[in-house]
């Protein structure tokens, strides 16, 4: 394992649903980020904590809404989501921003129906 | 425009078998460049990070080369075993930012 755990691992949500990703580190890292992994397709960064700060968002549709309650958490709350966005997301923490080596979680499949 | 890119986008091998895959680059300015392995229903996990006066590494059977001057990574897969299945996907880091490649599908057959 590589400290960094995400819950829940699958979810299933129709477009009108709130639901919401969490993520936890047990690293010590002051940095976290979101990424979504489509099939075939490159990670695509989607958000960047540092100290509990947002740095960066990279475009992301509003439906998608983070939340950095400490350097150990990082949550991904989701509503009116859209068929595309089924994905992988995945969480990531470093001791500092890219390039830092970043240590994933195992991701949550999310499947919009 | 930073880019990443990776091939073959996948390949079968028999159990026992060398592999090589390959990664090229156009980014800059270059810090260094990492290879992942991700297993399936998995995140990527780091296997070797390379700086740019560094030209060979190696982590078990996984060795990793760069050639800075024509901007070109390979990742060479000894003796596979049905473990080594995964994508293996490179990641550069240029000007702060991470710039991933779209991984390569490896599948070990018995």
């Known amino acids: 394992e590589t400290g960094v755990t995400q819950t829940p691992r699958h979810l299933v949500m129709g477009m009108t649903n709130k639901k919401s990703l969490k993520c936890e580190q047990h690293?010590?890292?002051?940095?976290m980020y979101w990424y979504k992994q489509s099939a075939k397709k490159p990670l695509e960064l989607m958000f960047v904590y540092s100290l509990e700060e947002r740095v960066e968002n990279n475009s992301v549709p509003s439906r998608f809404s983070p939340e950095c309650p400490n350097s150990s958490h990082l949550f991904l709350h989701l509503h009116t989501l859209q068929p595309e966005d089924s994905a992988l997301y995945l969480c990531a923490s470093s001791s500092g921003l890219p390039g830092y080596e970043q240590y994933f979680g195992p991701g949550t499949r999310l499947t919009v129906t | 425009k930073n880019q990443v890119e990776q091939s073959p986008q996948s390949l079968i091998i028999l159990e026992g078998k060398n592999c090589t895959l390959q990664?090229?680059?156009?980014?800059?300015?270059?810090?260094?460049l990492r290879w992942y392995k991700q297993d399936t229903g998995r995140g990527p996990v780091s296997l070797t990070i390379m700086t740019f006066s560094e030209n060979t590494k190696s982590n078990g059977r996984y060795t990793a080369t760069l050639d800075a001057d024509t901007k070109q990574s390979s990742l060479h897969i000894t003796a596979s075993q049905l473990s080594d299945s995964a994508s293996y996907i490179c990641v550069v880091s240029a000007g702060g930012k991470l710039i991933f490649g779209q991984g390569t599908e490896l599948s070990v057959k018995p």
């Open positions: 990664c090229n680059y156009t980014v800059s300015p270059f810090s260094n």
């Open positions: 690293l010590g890292h002051n940095a």
